[in-house]
């Protein structure tokens, strides 16, 4: 005799008896998409359908009963109490074959449900958070800066429609610069608590921005000291002249060092800000006091000495 199998197709559960000829179904999860694609993703012993228990439990106990996706397999071996092993690829097309098709419209909608759950369950991380903080605090700091220079070009009339627009303009700035403030508070806040050593070495506001553009902290981690001096340049290296650095020009005590030597300084600070990562993204030991203090010694250092 061969398996019974539990398959889902869409925001339902099917049955499909050892003939293979006859599925038996549908079992929906619910009868709203958002509820059913939440119980899909979340699927729990009370999430299976009273109906499909039922008919799990005519199946005799000395049948193999198989289920897919695997937590689905799971979950039914928990509620029914018996084994429940996943199907092989041939087996599971064989079950699929004898299920009715699906509305497509409600298919599609079902599924666009399931990944936006499953979006937003990734964005949920703190490491996603971080990321996503920080692109969008570079979006509203290019919309601040875009609006300042479109400020200085603009000449308004005085008594005339085009004053009272100024007005207007101002307070919307403003609001913006408010904007840009909080935003860049709380993205230096989330860097400090998930990338402290890199934090304090080129910066909260540096690191975060590091963090983004590598697509996370493991990414960053990984990347060579050289390429993290050019991380986000927007000119390639060549051997007449290229970039000295991409995102650290925005990194702490940048500014103390002479433009001449600032090349060296963007060397040596990506060396400290690779091992800051790795400690941040392996051991996580708090090692920032001493590798600032070598970026400090390496200012001193360059702040003396002349090309």
């Known amino acids: 005799m061969g398996p019974t199998l539990v398959v889902g197709s869409g925001p339902a559960l099917f049955v499909i008896g050892p003939d293979t000829a006859r599925a038996v179904g549908p079992f929906p999860l619910d009868p709203d998409l958002r509820r059913a694609a939440t119980r899909f993703e979340e699927l729990g012993p009370a999430d299976v359908p009273a109906r499909l228990r039922v008919a799990l ?55 666009l449900e399931l990944g936006h759950l499953r979006l937003e369950r990734a964005l949920r991380a703190p490491e996603e958070v971080l990321i996503t903080l920080a692109r969008e605090e570079e979006r509203v700091e290019r919309a601040v800066g875009r609006e300042a220079r479109a400020a200085e070009s603009f000449v308004a009339v005085p008594d005339s429609p085009l004053d009272r627009h100024l007005v207007s303009w101002g307070r919307a700035r403003g609001a913006l610069g408010d904007l840009e403030d909080a935003l860049r508070h709380t993205l230096e806040e989330e860097a400090q608590r998930l990338v402290p050593n890199l934090s304090a070495v080129v910066g909260p506001r540096t690191a975060a921005r590091l963090v983004a553009v590598a697509g996370g902290i493991g990414a960053l981690a990984r990347m060579p000291s050289a390429r993290i001096q050019l991380l986000g340049s927007r ?46 993204a392996s051991t996580h030991r708090d090692i920032s006091a001493a590798l600032v203090a070598r970026r400090d010694r390496r200012v001193e250092t360059l702040r003396r000495s002349r090309r």
């Open 57 to 111: 439990e005519s199946v005799p106990q000395g049948s193999r009963l198989l289920a897919s996706p695997p937590r689905l397999a799971r979950t039914i071996a928990e509620s029914s109490r018996r084994p429940v092993d996943t199907p092989t690829l041939e087996e599971l097309r064989r079950a699929r074959a004898s299920i009715p098709l699906t509305d497509p419209v409600v298919e599609r909608r079902f599924f």
């Open 235 to 280: 000119r390639r290296p060549s051997p007449d002249r290229g970039p000295r650095f991409g995102i650290l020009y925005r990194a702490d005590r940048l500014a103390d060092v002479p433009i001449g030597r600032r090349g060296a300084y963007a060397r040596s600070l990506a060396a400290l800000a690779a091992i800051a990562v790795r400690a941040d």
